[in-house]
Structure formats: C-alpha cells, structure tokens
C-alpha cells in the first residue's frame, strides 16, 4: 500500500476539499455525505456512476463509460473490462472537474466496480481511501455456500480473476477500510493487515423503539392489532434466504390464524444468480410452491421509504434476517437498534453482530422447519421479545453506532471532528448493503 499521506490541508478558500466516488450515489457514503455537506469547512464533491437516493445539499456528478462490455471478451475478464471502462469514465470526468479548480485533499471510494481504479493517477498527493466490501473466492465463499456440488474449476477461475481491479484499487490506497471482521477474513491473509475494520454506522437516534406514526402502515392495515413477523430486502433473493423464508412464512401462516407476514422490499436480484426467463422471479417461483397460502396474509410492501421501514420495524412482533456468507446488511443492524426480536441465519456474518440466545435466536439457513419453529417460540414469549430487543438494542448502540463511527471515519480522511448531521441520506428501499 501507498505510503499513508498527511491529513486533508485546507484550501486558498479555507475549505477542505474531499472527494467521494461510489458507484451507486449515496451507498455507503449517504451517512458521510450528509455529514460533510452540512459541514461549512469542508467542500466535497460526489461522483457517481448512478443516482439511487439523495443527499441534502449534495447533487452527483455522473460519469458515464465510452461503450459496453465487449460481447466476445473471454467471460473471466468481462468484469475487469467492465471495471477499466468505469475507471477511464471517471478519470475523464474528474479531469474536467480539476481543470475546473477542483483538487481534492482526500478521496474516499467504493472498490469494486472500477471508478477508483486510475485516482491515485490524477490526484497522486491526494490521501486515498478505499471502502472494501467483498474479495470473491470459489471455495467456502458465498458462491460455493448456494451450490448444491463444489464449484468446478471453471468457475473458481473466474471468481479469482474477479478479484483483479478489487486488487489494482488495495495497491493504489492509502487506506483500506471494510465494514466487519469477517469481510476482512474473505482477503488473503498477506493483505489482511493492510485493511481496517470499520461499520458504516447505522444512527441508533433513529432506529429506536418509538411508537408506529406511518400512514403508509396505516394503509396496509398494520394498525390493526395482532402478531406481525417481518422481513426486509433489497431484493427478494437465495443470498438474502428468501426461498427458505417464504417456506417457514407458509408454515407460520397455516399455524398461527391470527399472524400477519410482511416483506419489504423490491421482487428483484441484487446479488443472486438471475432466474431464466421461463422461471419466472423468485417471488414468483416462492407463490407457486405455496399455493395453499393465504395471500391476504402476506403483505408485499414494495419499497418503503425511510421513516416507513423504520415504523415497520417498530411494529414487528418477530422479525427475521437470513444471508449466506456474505456482506452484512445493514438492515440487520437498523432492526437491532429498533430492539426487534431477530431470528436470523447461523451464518459467519451474523454471528459477529449476534449471538444465539444473547441477542437474537439463530438457525440453520436451510432450515425452515427450524426457522418457523423459532418464530413460534417467540410468538409466545413475550418475556424473550424483550430480553432479546433490548440485548439487540444495547449491542447495536455499543458497537454500531454513527455518533461513534462517524467521526473515525471523518479521522480516517484526515478530517477534524464534525456533530453527525441529521438523517438527510435517503434510501429509497430497505436495501441490504
């Protein structure tokens, strides 16, 4: 790594210049966006590659790639190429914006999909910080966890090379950061060292118990009184356990007549392999296994906006987070702060934010026998709902939290100390992260 650069110098204006770069505006930086653009002394700049929500007083600027990935690129380097051509985007955008006057102290971006790939080229006094989500490994990785047989080799080659500009991007930073303990662990152990662990932070202010005031609620009937268990997506998909939790909801809903179950979320694939066209979506193929479901009990909300999805959470009598090995949601830690009562996957992940019996009641992934018997459990202890909420609450607050984490990651782009500026970055769903 790049040796560590001194702390962002302010400008001829007095103003410290910081530049974000993620490939979705805001991601990960809504929370830090927010925070810096509220801050009079620093003057920050986003670019994106899409605009997925807002930022108060933070419009994107948009780099838009020369052309596609070529249709007879060998398949392991499409997403290299990929990669290079949202890179060389953002290289010639951010050109503009420096002939313009616009020379950043800091960068802080996104790995993964390319447009941190030629910074450290156009701004190489700049302190450089880079956010690592995933490193792609074809066995005992989130791939392999799904397969029904080991990978064979062509497709542990590919996720090898997927790795290449995640790597080019590590080499050029001054920084590295990753949300948990075990993202870090999926990096080969001669680069772990280089990589800090740092959350997001979820703002626990916001996500706390409270009462339910969303006339969306209202609209779906969830004044009404009676049990509710809760599921919230980015999309409804295998890496998030949408196929097992539809099958413990079936058997919920056969046992519990009074029971309500909700899904927020969009019928879509983030991270998942997409279903062939004749199978229809996962939500589609989930109906069709159950269909001596009671639908008017099954309550799809669509994407939900913020303070709705919040009021969702509060409303929860159970609610269930399942993901295979992979990047953890925040929507986990945003309904332990809530003090939901969490069923949730015994996968890696989980197990570094809850523990069974401690914070939450773990279960097998596959296991939706196993995943509806816990939901029962719950229904009828009141006692255990709140022992688990509140221990979730404390955990999410204790270790979690914006007003903690913020300012480290202000620290790490050598800012000074700045308050955590109101919740003024919007997601348009309960995405997973």
Known sequence: MAASRPAAAANDAGRQR??????????????????????????????????????????????????????????????????????????RRLSELRAAGFEPEAVHFHSGFGPGLFLRDLFPSARLVGHFEWYYNGVDGDAAFLAESPLDGDARCRLRTRNADILLELMAADLAVTPTRFQRAQFPPALQDRITVLHDGVNTGFFAPGPVRSPRLVELGLDRPGPVVTYATRGMEPYRGFPQFMQAAGLLLRRHPDLRVVVAGSDEVAYSARPAPNEGSYLEQALAALPDLDRSRLILTGRLAFADYRDLLRRSTVHVYLTVPFVLSWSLIEAMATGCALVASDTAPVREAIAHDREALLVDFFD???????????????????????????????????????????????????KVARISAQRSSVAAS
């Open 368 to 418: 939706s026998e196993a995943l509806a018997a816990q939901a029962t459990a719950l229904l009828a202890d009141e006692a255990s709902r709140v022992r688990l909420g509140a221990a979730a609450r404390a955990r999410a607050v204790a270790e979690y939290d914006l007003a903690t984490l913020l300012p480290q990651r202000r620290a790490l782009l050598g800012l000074p100390p700045h």
């Open 18 to 91: 910081v530049l974000l770069v993620h490939d979705r505006f805001p991601g990960q930086f809504g929370h830090l966006a927010a925070d810096l653009a509220a801050d009079p002394a620093i003057e920050v700049r986003f670019l994106a590659g899409h605009a997925d929500g807002g930022v108060a007083g933070l419009e994107p600027d948009l780099y838009r790639p020369a052309r596609p990935v070529h249709a007879d690129t060998h398949p392991y380097l499409r997403p290299l190429e990929r990669a290079v051509l949202n890179g060389q985007a953002a290289y």
